[in-house]
């Protein structure tokens, strides 16, 4: 019996960024959850689990490309799939 919902390993570290060298494609197929320091987070744009950051988009601050700039913060980082 095969299993059809298989869902490939989250990496150590993701980007939805396309034009980054850490996104991966295969992995957006499915929901993604991250938590850091326990609590649930939605608005996250990139992760890295071994160095244990998140980076999220400013509310307001935009880079010179029209894209919101993005703060990184720090603490204990688990992804998911939900």
Known sequence: ?????????????????????????????????IRL???ELTNVEEYCISEGWVKIPSPKS???RGQPMLITLKGGVEAFYS
Do not use: A, C, Q, W
């Open 37 to 39: 320091n326990g609590k």
């Open 1 to 33: 019996m095969t299993d059809t919902d298989s869902k490939p390993e989250l990496p150590d570290r993701l980007s939805g960024n396309s034009r980054s060298p850490h996104y991966v494609e295969e992995v957006f197929h499915h929901k993604i959850g």
């Open 62 to 64: 935009l880079d010179r």
